[in-house]
Every structure is written in C-alpha cells, then in structure tokens.
C-alpha cells in the first residue's frame, strides 16, 4: 500500500513542526504549505527536512496561502491528500487587535477558501479527505470555567472572532456535505519551540537570559490571567486521532488544570534562583482591550471517546522550556565571550 499523504498548513509553527514528527513516524508523505517570503523560516523542521530530491524523502514543502484560494486548489489537486490539518493562523491574541482585519481574513475566511478547495477537489477527483481544523479555547473569551464542547462561545478578540467563523464553517461542511471534519478546539499549549512572542516563551526566554547577565529586565501585561497549559507534543497525538475516527466530532483538548501567568513566572524564576519581583515589570501595552480572565478545559469527552490524556504536566512544561533557554542563554553568553576576545 502507498503511504498516507497529509497536507499541513502552519508546518513551520510549533505544532506543525511536532506534528509532521509524528505523521513520519507513522510513514505518513507530509506536505507542508509554507508562504512565499525572502526568507523561509523552517528552523523547526531543520532536524527533519531532507533534500526533496533525495530517495525516500517523505517531507515536502509547497508553496501556498490561506489568502490566496487558487494556490490551494492547485496544491490539492497535484498532492490529492488522504487528510489536511489547517494550523495556520494569525495567532498572537494582542497582535490581532492591531491588525484586525489582516487576522479576520486569514484566520476565518482562510478556512472558508480551504474547505471549498477540498470539496472541489472531492467532487472532481472522488478521493475522500479527512478535515482537521485547529480551533482555540480562547473562543470561549469570558464564558465561566470550566470550558467543555457544549459551553457557548464568547470571543474577546479579533482573532478569537475568526476563529468561531472557523469553527463553524468546519462543522457546516460537516453538516452540509457529509465531510470528515473536526474542530480541536486546543486550550494553551506550548514547548520550547513556541513563538518568542508568546508570554511562556518570552517568561523562560528572559528569565534564563537575566540568570546569566543578558538582560534586566522582563516587561509584562496581566499576570492574573489564567490558562490550561500543555505541552505541544501531546496535542498534535490528539489532531492525528479525531482523523482516525470512524466519525467527525469536535473536541477540547487540555489538560483541566489552570495555572496563572504569575504562577508561570514564580515557577520559572524560582527554578533558576532568582526573585521575579526583581525583575518583571507591568507595561500597559501588553493589556488587551478585552481580557480573557479563565480557561480551563473539560476533558472529559476527549479522555472518554479517544482515550487521550496528556503526559506532560504543568512543573514538567516550565522545567522543559527553561532547561531548553537555559542552554541557549550559555551559546548567547559564550559567543559574546568569544567576540570580546
């Protein structure tokens, strides 16, 4: 039998990159859509990526947008994928109120081109795809915790907005067409390949870079907000398994435990040492317009129907991804070392 083929867009993100680990190692081809820039950033994927022209590369990057409809059918109709998972997004919360619209078109309606993209390629080709759409937690905005399938949206961002257009476009294909489509809606994940942008990821960056005299200062926003953290490499087990399921549905998938991001900064600063109050100081530009207060996911679905359940714990995660920005805080400080000599 030929292998599976799974096209992923977002494969150069944190997820993408965890779950094209995966999918090879269940001898998956991966096509992974990547935008056309001056530069291709594929710095998680350097690990895993072969030169396609190579016997037995099972790691293919193609160009494609979410802005551009005509790119994706092309892409579908030349790779023909047994399953696509869309992880492609504007996905920074606070930068989607800067470019609101930017985040709209992408985030929503990139999904509305994409799914079209896969019906016509259904109709005219007859291969049947299976759909999996990366839903968010932070739909759920200000609904009370905690957050479970049936709790009723309630975005508090321009990207949040777009990504219950997402969800909905998912389930209307489901429900119009008869189409394979699942929505995950993730609540936080992160892993040391998360975005530097990201508050857990800008908490241990900084943090390990004050630890060794690189930096002063932290600046932050709120640090009452709660979050259901995970790691990444758990999550993407879970996209791969609604695909396998005899049955489309729509999943929470978290870990139903809710830390704050202070909780998060007195774990990472404690674990080096160090007293974040020192060091951490609140700037108003990181304050969202309209604030998420409590996520916190009911998991009981997802433990139920797939068996899934993370492995990876809250203490596990901060250790994880300091010990990570910790070496690399020890190259940054050694290569000025070297460049003083």
């Not at 965890?18 to 594929?42: D, F, H, I, N």
């Not at 969202?288 to 203490?315: C, M, N």
Request: glycine residues 6%.
């Amino acid at each position: 039998m030929s292998a599976k083929k799974a096209l992923v867009t977002g494969i150069t993100g944190q997820d993408g990159s965890y779950l094209a680990e995966l999918l090879l190692s269940k001898g998956y081809e991966v096509y992974g859509v990547v935008r056309r820039s001056s530069s291709t950033q594929k710095d998680r994927l350097e690990h895993i990526y072969r030169d396609p022209h190579l016997p037995d590369t099972r790691l293919f990057l193609e160009y494609g947008d979410l802005a551009d409809g005509s790119s994706l059918r092309h892409l579908l109709s030349r790779i023909q994928p047994d399953e696509i998972y869309n992880l492609a997004a504007q996905s920074h919360v606070r930068i989607s109120f800067d470019q609101a619209e930017y985040t709209a078109d992408v985030t929503g309606m990139g999904v509305l081109r994409l799914l079209e993209a896969m019906r016509d390629q259904m109709q005219t080709g007859g291969k049947k795809i299976r759909f999996y759409q990366a839903s968010s937690s932070e739909m759920f905005g200000s609904a009370p915790a905690p957050q479970g399938e049936s709790t009723p949206f309630h975005p508090r961002s321009p990207y949040a907005v777009a990504k219950v257009a997402a969800f909905w476009h998912t389930v209307n294909y489901r429900e119009s067409y008869g189409f394979h489509c699942s929505n995950g809606i993730l609540f936080n994940h992160e892993s040391e390949r998360r975005g530097e942008n990201f508050v857990t990821r800008k908490i241990t960056r900084a943090a390990t870079r004050i630890k060794l005299g690189l930096q002063d200062k932290l600046y932050l926003g709120n640090l009452d907000a709660k979050r259901d953290w995970g790691h990444a490499r758990d999550y993407v087990e879970a996209m791969w398994m609604m695909l396998q399921q005899d049955e489309p549905d729509d999943y929470v998938v978290a870990t139903g435990h809710a830390y704050s991001v202070q909780d998060f900064l007195v774990a990472t600063f404690e674990s080096l040492d160090l007293d974040w109050n020192d060091f951490v100081e609140i700037d108003s530009y990181y304050h969202r317009p309209a604030e998420v207060d409590h996520l916190l996911g009911d998991t009981s679905k997802i433990e139920e129907k797939l068996g899934w359940k993370p492995k990876v714990g809250f203490q596990e995660l901060v250790r994880l991804m300091t010990e990570h920005d910790l070496e690399l805080a020890k190259r940054e400080a050694h290569a000025l070392e070297f460049d003083k000599k």
